[in-house]
Protein backbone atom coordinates (compact mmCIF):
# COMPACT_ATOMS: atom_id res chain seq x y z
CA UNK A 1 0.00 0.00 0.00
CA UNK A 2 1.52 3.62 -0.37
CA UNK A 3 0.93 6.36 2.34
CA UNK A 4 -0.16 9.01 1.46
CA UNK A 5 1.15 11.78 4.18
CA UNK A 6 -0.95 14.78 4.59
CA UNK A 7 1.61 17.50 6.07
CA UNK A 8 -1.28 20.11 6.24
CA UNK A 9 -2.47 18.01 9.59
CA UNK A 10 -2.20 19.16 13.16
CA UNK A 11 1.18 17.59 14.40
CA UNK A 12 3.22 18.73 11.14
CA UNK A 13 2.41 22.31 11.53
CA UNK A 14 3.40 21.49 15.39
CA UNK A 15 6.51 20.42 14.49
CA UNK A 16 6.54 23.26 11.55
CA UNK A 17 5.98 25.71 15.31
CA UNK A 18 2.83 26.95 13.65
CA UNK A 19 0.84 25.50 16.81
CA UNK A 20 2.19 25.67 20.42
CA UNK A 21 2.73 22.56 22.32
CA UNK A 22 3.67 21.48 25.62
CA UNK A 23 6.89 20.42 25.23
CA UNK A 24 8.29 16.44 27.58
CA UNK A 25 10.70 15.54 25.73
CA UNK A 26 12.79 16.50 22.15
CA UNK A 27 15.34 15.31 20.22
CA UNK A 28 16.83 14.34 16.79
CA UNK A 29 14.31 12.56 15.65
CA UNK A 30 11.09 12.45 17.72
CA UNK A 31 9.22 14.78 19.78
CA UNK A 32 7.48 14.25 22.84
CA UNK A 33 4.22 16.91 23.78
CA UNK A 34 1.36 16.43 26.48
CA UNK A 35 -1.77 15.64 24.93
CA UNK A 36 -4.66 18.66 24.72
CA UNK A 37 -7.24 16.60 26.25
CA UNK A 38 -5.74 14.53 28.63
CA UNK A 39 -7.32 11.33 29.21
CA UNK A 40 -5.36 10.55 32.77
CA UNK A 41 -2.82 12.32 34.70
CA UNK A 42 -0.13 11.84 32.39
CA UNK A 43 -0.69 11.84 28.53
CA UNK A 44 1.73 12.34 26.68
CA UNK A 45 2.09 11.65 22.91
CA UNK A 46 5.54 10.57 21.36
CA UNK A 47 5.96 11.23 17.43
CA UNK A 48 8.73 10.86 15.29
CA UNK A 49 9.95 13.96 13.09
CA UNK A 50 9.68 12.54 9.85
CA UNK A 51 6.37 12.13 7.90
CA UNK A 52 4.87 9.25 8.73
CA UNK A 53 1.16 8.44 8.81
CA UNK A 54 1.04 4.95 11.06
CA UNK A 55 3.14 3.05 12.60
CA UNK A 56 3.57 0.29 10.01
CA UNK A 57 4.47 3.04 7.87
CA UNK A 58 7.19 4.36 10.08
CA UNK A 59 8.11 0.38 11.15
CA UNK A 60 8.70 0.09 7.37
CA UNK A 61 10.37 3.26 6.06
CA UNK A 62 11.98 4.78 8.40
CA UNK A 63 15.70 4.56 9.43
CA UNK A 64 17.23 2.49 12.13
CA UNK A 65 17.92 5.63 13.81
CA UNK A 66 14.85 6.93 13.69
CA UNK A 67 13.04 3.71 15.09
CA UNK A 68 15.91 3.56 17.73
CA UNK A 69 15.09 7.34 18.70
CA UNK A 70 11.61 6.95 18.98
CA UNK A 71 11.42 3.39 20.78
CA UNK A 72 14.08 5.25 23.23
CA UNK A 73 12.23 8.34 23.63
CA UNK A 74 8.96 6.57 24.67
CA UNK A 75 10.59 4.60 27.05
CA UNK A 76 12.18 7.80 28.39
CA UNK A 77 8.94 9.77 28.87
CA UNK A 78 7.59 6.59 30.84
CA UNK A 79 10.73 7.35 33.31
CA UNK A 80 10.81 11.08 33.23
CA UNK A 81 6.92 11.33 33.97
CA UNK A 82 7.39 8.95 36.89
CA UNK A 83 5.53 6.11 35.44
CA UNK A 84 7.79 2.91 35.62
CA UNK A 85 6.51 1.91 39.09
CA UNK A 86 2.41 2.21 38.99
CA UNK A 87 2.83 1.19 35.39
CA UNK A 88 1.40 2.79 31.97
CA UNK A 89 -0.12 2.30 28.44
CA UNK A 90 0.78 3.09 25.43
CA UNK A 91 -1.67 3.14 22.23
CA UNK A 92 -1.16 4.13 18.73
CA UNK A 93 -4.57 3.88 16.82
CA UNK A 94 -4.57 3.65 12.85
CA UNK A 95 -6.70 4.44 10.33
CA UNK A 96 -10.56 3.64 10.17
CA UNK A 97 -10.53 0.85 11.99
CA UNK A 98 -8.39 2.12 14.68
CA UNK A 99 -10.21 5.50 14.95
CA UNK A 100 -7.00 7.46 14.07
CA UNK A 101 -8.03 11.53 14.37
CA UNK A 102 -4.37 12.80 13.01
CA UNK A 103 -2.66 11.20 10.20
CA UNK A 104 0.59 11.40 11.29
CA UNK A 105 2.05 8.63 13.98
CA UNK A 106 1.82 9.03 17.35
CA UNK A 107 2.02 6.73 20.11
CA UNK A 108 -0.22 8.22 23.49
CA UNK A 109 1.83 7.47 26.70
CA UNK A 110 -0.95 7.07 29.71
CA UNK A 111 -0.75 6.70 32.76
CA UNK A 112 -0.65 8.20 36.93
CA UNK A 113 -3.73 6.30 37.65
CA UNK A 114 -5.43 2.37 37.35
CA UNK A 115 -6.42 2.68 33.31
CA UNK A 116 -8.63 -0.54 33.80
CA UNK A 117 -8.74 -3.48 31.75
CA UNK A 118 -8.93 -2.75 27.95
CA UNK A 119 -8.53 -6.58 26.42
CA UNK A 120 -11.17 -8.73 27.56
P1 LIG B 1 -5.89 9.79 17.86
O1 LIG B 1 -7.38 9.65 18.02
O2 LIG B 1 -5.52 10.24 16.47
O3 LIG B 1 -5.15 8.57 18.29
O4 LIG B 1 -5.45 10.90 18.90
C1 LIG B 1 -5.19 12.21 18.58
C2 LIG B 1 -4.89 12.92 19.88
O5 LIG B 1 -4.37 14.19 19.57
C3 LIG B 1 -6.10 13.12 20.79
O6 LIG B 1 -5.85 12.53 22.05
C4 LIG B 1 -6.23 14.65 20.87
O7 LIG B 1 -6.64 15.09 22.16
C5 LIG B 1 -4.83 15.12 20.53
N1 LIG B 1 -4.79 16.42 19.90
C6 LIG B 1 -5.56 16.87 18.86
N2 LIG B 1 -5.21 18.13 18.52
C7 LIG B 1 -4.18 18.49 19.36
C8 LIG B 1 -3.39 19.66 19.48
O8 LIG B 1 -3.56 20.65 18.77
N3 LIG B 1 -2.43 19.66 20.45
C9 LIG B 1 -2.22 18.57 21.26
N4 LIG B 1 -1.24 18.68 22.18
N5 LIG B 1 -2.95 17.44 21.16
C10 LIG B 1 -3.91 17.40 20.23
Do not use: W
Not at 39 to 52: D, E
Not at 55 to 69: G, W
Not at 89 to 107: D, F, M, T
Amino acid sequence: MAYVYDDQNIFAKILRGEIPNSTVLETDHTLAFRDIQPQAPVHVLVIPKGPYVCYDHFASDASDAEIVDFNRTIAEVCKTEGLQDGGYRIISNAGEAGVQEVPHLHIHVLGGRGLGRMLQ
